[in-house]
């Protein structure tokens, strides 16, 4: 592993997304298209690459306080990876079969992830970037730029993003801040953009503000000295 153990969401959500999953993928059953009990692997590969004690050591949860073991973590994690990544087929009740000819992308994964109110990924560090484009930007007024999050290269999400998109312009990454709790830090600038009426509906896409960056700016360092 590329990573060191610690009894941890983080860790648990890498162990079985980077580590586990694609063991699962290449198993010659699962590649047959064979339906599989999603815990039964995970408890098999655990138990090869992880010990005992590992496996029992415990952490707290960052959103809801409770406890849980790096075990049963790395379960959710895998059977969460499994249903959002698009390259299994749910049957329910714990069961998956591989999905043919099709191929994970990691940003729809992530999309699934952070979008989809998922509180656990949404407390991981990440980055808040902005960008607009050159046609609409503007030196000493507001103008429409789009606030996100992603937990993964502030280049790869806003390529994905734009991707398809009806315009002719490369987008302009305005800046990139490095936060701790990615999920609500974002959720925060948002919330407070929107107060004070600078949220645009009019516009294909979301998260797009008339502001400037240093506004955004502003808002941020609040949002993380108050955080601290």
Request: aromatic share 12%; net charge negative.
């Amino acid at each position: 592993m590329d990573f060191e153990f610690e009894a941890s969401s983080s860790f648990a959500y890498k162990f079985a997304r980077y580590v586990i999953f694609p063991r699962i993928e290449n198993l010659p059953e699962v590649q047959a298209g064979e339906p599989f009990r999603m815990v039964d692997l995970v408890k098999l590969f655990m138990n090869e690459l992880l010990t005992s004690e590992q496996q029992a050591a415990t952490f707290q949860k960052k959103e809801s306080g409770r406890t849980t073991t790096v075990a049963a973590q790395v379960k959710f994690w895998a059977s969460y990876v499994a249903r959002y990544s698009n390259v299994f087929v749910d049957l329910g009740q714990g069961l998956f079969r591989a999905k043919i000819a099709s191929d994970i992308s990691e940003d729809e994964l992530e999309e699934a992830a952070l979008e989809g109110g998922d509180d656990e990924i949404n407390e991981f560090d990440g980055w808040i970037y902005a960008f607009s484009f050159p046609s609409i930007t503007r030196s000493s007024e507001p103008f429409p730029i789009k606030v996100g999050k992603t937990i993964h290269s502030v280049e790869d999400r806003i390529h994905a993003q734009c991707k398809g998109s009806a315009t002719f312009e490369n987008p302009l990454v305005l800046g990139r801040w490095q936060v701790k709790r990615v999920g609500p830090t974002e959720l925060a600038v948002h919330n407070t953009l929107k107060a004070r009426g600078k949220w645009r509906e009019d516009v294909p896409g979301t998260e797009w503000f008339d502001t400037t960056i240093a506004e955004v700016e502003s808002i941020l360092n609040f949002v993380v000295e108050t955080q601290n």
